[in-house]
């Protein structure tokens, strides 16, 4: 045996090189599990996402990344001195690890939501955002990379991390335009995202649906950029189902690229340019809306928002056409009156004015809806909402009224006979259903009489409109149905003011009226009252009648404009003569005096 080897007691060679006692068993690997979507679904909830505060959030993202580093060691900074501390494969031992390259990944994005909203108002912003997305990518690849070469991370947390970059990776592609790739790694993050909320139960798989719903709309756009015309009608689609997250901004960089066409635009015989960009965009949102509505099919709430959107267009369309005539003083001179030549700018401002009050009238129309159904108790109210009330949808009615009305006052629309007869139909048809919901507003007064006479101009309003017709075939089926529901209504308040009558007649008889006098009255009279004893008797009228009496005289002096004066004349000459000695005597006789 060679001089290492030692003999034990046994008889067996041992190395003493090597560890004299048993050797100890490793210990057993801990498998590392995060889930991504709902670690930071959780958080955003929790910290201002919930109204779209993403400063809070990404202040959030701060305060949680220090506590991380401080608890786990890995504190970057030592007084003045800066000390990079990746997390590597070797210093990783626990799921908090995997949280500070995640945290980071959603401080950064964070930080880039809040500068796209600040860029609306602020175009330079726009380059510092890309450059917060592109660092929030680059901690993303570093979460993805950590884990995917890394055995203590199970299969779940790798797919998870990969569908993460590919996500904000997808979302830089979009942002800086490259279509292509940003459809491919949009589509690849979906695809993962898809079968993994298969492979989970119910509710977590509705995360990860809920953000294959987000990225739909961003792979339609990317689509539509690529060359497919299609995309765009599913965009409309997705705008109809509901799903609006970051839906309209699509829409309307879809618009803008089409606004470049739209030079020129032809109402009620007149050809009149389009030279603003708002007002392109917004003719264009107009002509598509129609497809959107239908699209909407029976969702009033879908239908109300296209008409909000509408609004907001119409709003910034009209007052960036306005500021431009304004410098135009036929416009302001036009303006004042209400005849005379309207120009072609003009005219196309009282368009916008028409489009805009149809817009209004079509969107209280659908409100109107909602609010009959919620009346009448087919459809249950919101909680924390105000009841309706009949008077509710009589101030509806006015509105619809007051929109037609000014319709025909517009610039260019006073001599219209044609649009004023139509609109005079559509104001009497909406003042029957006016009338009609004001007439339920009394009989839930218990006001019959009134009630009643409102029904009958109801029934009057109706008549009109049949007379003059029209009238489409929607409007003339919920005029008769109008018309049963009066006839019907008009019956029962007709009973109820009968009832009434006669219970107020009968109240009546039972009246006892005392007409007795009082003792101050019939002091000569002998009669034995029984109300004197009981306490309640009626000995003087109080408070006391008016009496007449008589007024105190008023005397005028009607003799003083024919007297004569007497003449003062002598007496103010008398007056002069005696001042003329004065101050000048009496400075005379003091220096000349007697000596």
Same mark, same amino acid.
């Given at each position: 045996?060679?001089?290492?080897?030692?003999?034990?007691?046994?008889?067996?060679?041992?190395?003493?090189?090597?560890?004299?006692?048993? +050797?100890?068993?490793?210990?057993?690997?801990?498998?590392?599990?995060?889930?991504?979507?709902?670690?930071?679904?959780?958080?955003?909830?929790?910290?201002?996402?919930?109204?779209?505060?993403?400063?809070?959030?990404?202040?959030?993202?701060?305060?949680?990344?220090?506590?991380?580093?401080?608890?786990?060691?890995?504190?970057?900074?030592?007084?003045?001195? =800066?000390?990079?501390?990746?997390?590597?494969?070797?210093?990783? &031992?626990?799921?908090?690890?995997?949280?500070?390259? %995640?945290?980071?990944?959603?401080?950064?994005?964070?930080?880039?939501?809040?500068?796209?909203?600040?860029?609306?108002?602020?175009?330079?912003?726009?380059?510092?955002?890309?450059?917060?997305?592109?660092? !929030?990518?680059?901690?993303?690849?570093? %979460?993805?990379?950590?884990?995917?070469?890394?055995?203590?991370?199970?299969?779940?947390? &790798?797919?998870?991390?990969?569908?993460?970059?590919?996500?904000?990776?997808?979302?830089?592609? /979009?942002?800086?335009?490259?279509?292509?790739?940003?459809?491919?790694?949009?589509?690849?993050?979906?695809?993962?995202?898809?079968?993994?909320?298969?492979?989970?139960?119910?509710?977590?798989?509705?995360?990860?649906?809920? $953000?294959?719903?987000?990225?739909? +709309?961003?792979?339609?756009?990317?689509?539509?950029?690529?060359?497919?015309?299609?995309?765009?009608?599913?965009?409309?689609?997705?705008?109809?189902?509901?799903?609006? =997250?970051?839906?309209?901004?699509?829409?309307?960089?879809?618009?803008?690229?089409?606004?470049?066409?739209?030079?020129?635009?032809?109402?009620?015989?007149?050809?009149? !340019?389009?030279?603003?960009?708002?007002?392109?965009?917004?003719?264009?949102?107009?002509?598509?809306?129609?497809?959107?509505?239908?699209? !909407?099919?029976?969702?009033?709430?879908?239908?109300?928002?296209?008409?909000?959107?509408?609004?907001?267009?119409?709003? *910034?369309?009209?007052?960036?056409?306005?500021?431009?005539?304004?410098? *135009?003083?036929?416009?302001?001179?036009?303006?004042?009156?209400?005849?005379?030549?309207?120009?072609?700018?003009? =005219?196309?401002?009282?368009?916008?004015?028409?489009?805009?009050?149809?817009?209004?009238?079509?969107?209280?129309?659908?409100?109107?809806?909602?609010?009959?159904?919620?009346?009448?108790?087919?459809? $249950?109210?919101?909680?924390?909402?105000?009841?309706?009330? +009949?008077?509710?949808?009589?101030?509806?009615?006015?509105?619809?009224?007051?929109?037609?009305?000014?319709?025909?006052?517009?610039?260019?629309?006073?001599?219209?006979?044609?649009?004023?007869?139509?609109?005079?139909?559509?104001?009497? /048809?909406?003042?029957?259903?006016?009338?009609?919901?004001?007439?339920?507003?009394?009989?839930?007064?218990?006001?019959?009489?009134?009630?009643?006479?409102? /029904?009958?101009?109801?029934?009057?309003?109706?008549?009109?409109? &049949?007379?003059?017709?029209?009238?489409?075939?929607?409007?003339?089926?919920?005029?008769?149905?109008?018309?049963?529901?009066?006839?019907?209504?008009?019956?029962?308040?007709? !009973?109820?003011?009968?009832?009434?009558?006669?219970?107020?007649?009968?109240?009546?008889?039972?009246?006892?009226?005392?007409?007795?006098?009082?003792?101050?009255?019939?002091?000569?009279?002998?009669?034995?009252?029984?109300?004197?004893?009981?306490?309640?008797?009626?000995?003087?009228? /109080?408070?006391?009648?008016?009496?007449?009496?008589?007024?105190?005289?008023?005397?005028?002096?009607?003799?003083?404009?024919?007297?004569?004066?007497?003449?003062?004349?002598? $007496?103010?000459?008398?007056? &002069?003569?005696?001042?003329?000695?004065?101050?000048?005597?009496?400075?005379?006789?003091?220096?000349?005096? $007697?000596?």
């Amino acid at each position: 045996m060679g001089e290492d080897t030692v003999v034990g007691a046994e008889g067996q060679a041992v190395n003493p090189t090597e560890d004299a006692g048993e +050797p100890q068993q490793q210990e057993e690997i801990k498998i590392l599990n995060l889930k991504v979507l709902a670690v930071i679904r959780e958080a955003q909830q929790k910290h201002g996402l919930r109204h779209s505060d993403y400063q809070r959030y990404r202040g959030y993202c701060s305060r949680r990344l220090r506590r991380l580093r401080k608890a786990l060691g890995l504190v970057q900074g030592e007084k003045k001195k =800066f000390n990079k501390k990746d997390v590597t494969e070797n210093v990783l &031992k626990d799921e908090k690890h995997l949280h500070i390259p %995640l945290v980071t990944t959603e401080r950064a994005w964070a930080y880039y939501m809040q500068l796209k909203f600040e860029a609306n108002a602020y175009p330079r912003k726009k380059y510092h955002m890309i450059n917060r997305l592109r660092k !929030a990518r680059k901690y993303a690849e570093m %979460l993805d990379s950590l884990c995917a070469e890394s055995d203590r991370v199970d299969a779940r947390t &790798k797919l998870e991390t990969k569908a993460y970059r590919c996500w904000l990776t997808g979302t830089l592609f /979009f942002e800086t335009s490259k279509w292509s790739e940003a459809q491919a790694m949009l589509s690849q993050a979906k695809t993962i995202y898809e079968s993994l909320s298969k492979a989970v139960g119910e509710e977590e798989g509705n995360l990860f649906r809920h $953000k294959m719903d987000e990225i739909t +709309p961003s792979l339609r756009y990317c689509a539509y950029n690529i060359g497919d015309a299609s995309a765009k009608d599913d965009l409309m689609s997705l705008r109809g189902d509901g799903i609006n =997250f970051e839906l309209d901004s699509l829409i309307t960089q879809t618009r803008e690229q089409q606004a470049a066409t739209l030079q020129d635009i032809e109402w009620k015989g007149r050809k009149m !340019a389009v030279k603003q960009e708002k007002v392109r965009i917004f003719l264009l949102s107009y002509q598509e809306s129609g497809q959107e509505l239908t699209q !909407a099919k029976e969702s009033n709430a879908a239908k109300l928002s296209v008409y909000e959107n509408l609004l907001l267009q119409s709003k *910034d369309a009209v007052q960036a056409l306005r500021e431009d005539l304004l410098e *135009d003083p036929e416009f302001r001179t036009r303006q004042q009156q209400s005849s005379g030549k309207v120009g072609s700018q003009h =005219f196309l401002y009282t368009y916008l004015l028409y489009i805009r009050h149809s817009i209004t009238v079509n969107r209280n129309v659908v409100l109107l809806e909602t609010m009959k159904r919620q009346l009448e108790g087919l459809e $249950k109210q919101e909680e924390g909402k105000k009841v309706v009330k +009949p008077q509710d949808i009589v101030r509806m009615y006015e509105n619809i009224i007051q929109s037609l009305y000014e319709v025909t006052s517009l610039p260019g629309l006073e001599e219209d006979e044609e649009l004023m007869q139509s609109n005079e139909i559509k104001m009497n /048809f909406y003042r029957a259903f006016k009338s009609y919901y004001m007439a339920k507003a009394f009989i839930f007064a218990q006001k019959w009489a009134e009630a009643m006479a409102i /029904f009958h101009r109801a029934m009057e309003y109706i008549r009109n409109v &049949k007379e003059s017709g029209g009238l489409d075939s929607g409007m003339k089926e919920q005029l008769n149905q109008l018309e049963k529901q009066v006839e019907e209504n008009q019956f029962v308040a007709h !009973a109820n003011s009968i009832l009434e009558t006669e219970q107020v007649t009968e109240k009546m008889t039972e009246l006892e009226i005392n007409n007795k006098a009082p003792l101050v009255d019939r002091l000569d009279q002998y009669y034995e009252d029984p109300d004197l004893v009981k306490g309640k008797s009626n000995l003087v009228r /109080f408070p006391p009648e008016f009496e007449a009496i008589p007024c105190k005289p008023l005397f005028f002096d009607l003799a003083i404009n024919h007297l004569e004066m007497p003449s003062l004349e002598a $007496k103010l000459e008398t007056e &002069k003569e005696s001042g003329k000695g004065g101050l000048g005597g009496w400075i005379w006789g003091w220096g000349g005096g $007697k000596k």
